[in-house]
């Protein structure tokens, strides 16, 4: 069953969510945050360096093993692309490690960081049981991501602007439309773009918009856009009071 794809999965072998093999790896994932953190922020120029490459290559080569896993398990299909805003982030953290435009580390920041929280709170895997490779490499590709992100603006290598959250949202522009004819052409739902994920605060903005599918992604637009401002907020704070 450690290699069991889902849909070869007996019925009630997945976790629930906040069950306390669900709280510990959130614990681990926010642990390791702070101490490699403090850790990172007293190393030199160079040996951050290395370690960004060590942790971009890392999230890619982990995701080159899912493929493969998934592939021999059965699994790899259309469904499973990396189209959602976490595979992504997978090819963005590589890229981010060995060159790092700013508008990049905006995406990062404001965008991939809170999908992968969010991923990791309301995770989309819990049909599988904890001690499964699915369920264990989604926690640890989406806690290396988190841990990256974390890192790159702990240092300061990232540096969140107010002024810059058009970046992510140009990003989006780009990214959803084709992301949409996708799912609407192969009945897919990448970035929840047509159904919210079961369990998440999405569920909450489709039945606030009453099932309708425009009002959803109105909402669902409007939600990620005031999730950006906040999590620049505090970085434009600070930014102010040095002013003062």
Known sequence: MFFAYETALPQGVGFSLYSLPHIAALAVII???????IAYRRTGQVPRQHISHAIG???????ILRTVVYHFMGGMNLYELP???????????????LWKPDWLGQVLYSLCLPGAWAALLFPDWAMYPFFSFVSLHSFAAHGLIVLYITLQTASGEIRPRLSAVWKPVLFLCIVVPPVMWFDRRFHANYMFLQLPSAGSPLVFLSELAGGSLVGYLF?????????MVIMDLPFAVRKRKRRL
């Open 219 to 227: 909402l669902f637009a409007v939600t990620i856009f005031c999730v």
């Open 31 to 37: 642990l390791s945050c702070i101490f490699c953190s």
């Open 57 to 63: 290559i890392t999230i890619l080569l982990m995701e």
């Open 83 to 97: 189209l959602h805003l976490c595979g992504m982030a997978v090819f963005l953290c590589a890229v981010h490690s």
